[in-house]
């Protein structure tokens, strides 16, 4: 055996391992019994395949470790979740490479078919909305920002040019940063991503069974019967691709769908952005001194109105309810920058 595969024996023994004894400290936690069970099969397949990498190692004359440390994070994590359950660290297990936590997800509602064919697997988690909520919100957050922050200098009874000034300045500042955040956001669920599903890629390949045989556990987990589950697995991992892709959200509890590109959400973030900041901009710019600052109001409040509106579409209340909270949320965000902004004139006057 070369000193790769051995390195890749090592590697692959200490990951299994230690996921064996994540499983069994999981199992104690969940108090549902159904769920309990499956993180110790889980655990029990860990260890076979420790055992396999344990083979491996020994044939290459390399000694196997007799303790397998679970290291700090794990152990973080599981002290937290004795404490608040396994669901709410669900993002921290899934950094963790623990499988299953797709049982987590919230049941489907009454008269929903469950899935009965490989075929159907997987489309519940397609969203078509995601992206155009985003927006809406990226424009509610530029246009109540600037908003206050014009009003907080027009309070400080701020020259007009000063005013037009801070707008651009707090259009700039706040785009750049919700892009910047934007794309730190997305690369690193990318990179959580690629490193899980390449690690689910060579499990894959080396021992295809006993994903099957991982991927029927969670299956009966969820309810489905156990003939149902191993056809299920069984059909899947005979499709490579489509076998990756089920692991990562049925095991991995990730959803490939939900990561777009870094750049793309950093671009569409500064322009959701950057369109709702320049709306109480815009009567510095056309209109003259005189009626700037009343038509920034009344602007940006027609302006919130309407992207109150919008949200309902995603939250379901009715479009006239979303739009005045949306308006009273704002109003009362302008009034105290407005409110601060004299007060601190006052006093640096």
């Known amino acids: 055996m070369s000193s790769t595969d051995t390195n890749a024996a090592s590697e692959g023994?200490?990951?299994?391992a230690r996921s064996a004894r994540l499983y069994r400290a999981l199992a104690q936690i969940e108090t549902d019994a159904r769920i309990?069970?499956?993180?110790?099969?889980?655990?029990?397949?860990?260890?076979?395949?420790?055992g396999f990498w344990a083979g491996r190692l020994r044939e290459a004359g390399r000694p196997v470790p007799a303790e397998v440390p679970l290291g700090f994070r794990a152990r973080a994590a599981l002290a937290l979740a004795r404490r608040l359950g396994v669901r709410p660290l669900r993002p921290a297990f899934a950094a963790l490479k623990v499988r299953g936590l797709s049982v987590y997800s919230a049941p489907p509602p009454a008269g929903h078919p469950r899935p009965t064919d490989v075929e159907q697997i997987g489309k519940r988690h397609h969203t078509g909305s995601g992206n155009l909520r985003a927006a809406v919100f990226g424009v509610n957050d530029g246009l109540v920002s600037n908003a206050s922050l014009i009003l907080g200098m027009a309070g400080a009874a701020a020259e007009p040019r000063t005013l037009l000034l801070a707008g651009v300045a707090g259009l700039l500042a706040g785009a750049f940063s919700m892009a910047a955040g934007e794309y730190v956001s997305v690369r690193s669920q990318r990179e959580v991503f690629e490193y899980q599903i390449g690690l689910e890629r060579e499990e894959l390949e080396e021992y295809p069974q006993a994903e099957a045989d991982e991927l029927a556990l969670i299956y009966e987990a969820k309810g489905f019967p156990p003939d149902d589950a191993r056809r299920m697995a069984q059909t899947l991992i005979a499709d490579p691709e489509r076998a990756l892709d089920t692991l990562a959200r049925e095991e991995l509890g990730l959803n490939p769908d939900e990561l777009g590109s870094p750049w793309g959400a950093a671009i569409s973030s500064f322009l959701a952005f950057a369109a709702g900041a320049v709306i109480p901009l815009l009567p510095w710019l056309l209109l003259g001194e005189a009626i700037a600052l009343g038509a920034s109001i009344g602007l940006a409040a027609a302006s919130l109105f309407a992207v109150g509106a919008a949200l309902s579409f995603f939250t379901g209340r009715g479009a006239l309810l979303s739009g005045l909270r949306m308006l009273a949320i704002g109003a009362a965000a302008g009034a105290a920058t407005y409110g601060i902004g004299a007060l601190v004139g006052v006093s640096v006057g």
């Open 13 to 16: 023994y200490l990951e299994e």
């Open 36 to 50: 309990s069970r499956m993180y110790r099969e889980l655990g029990a397949a860990a260890e076979q395949q420790a």
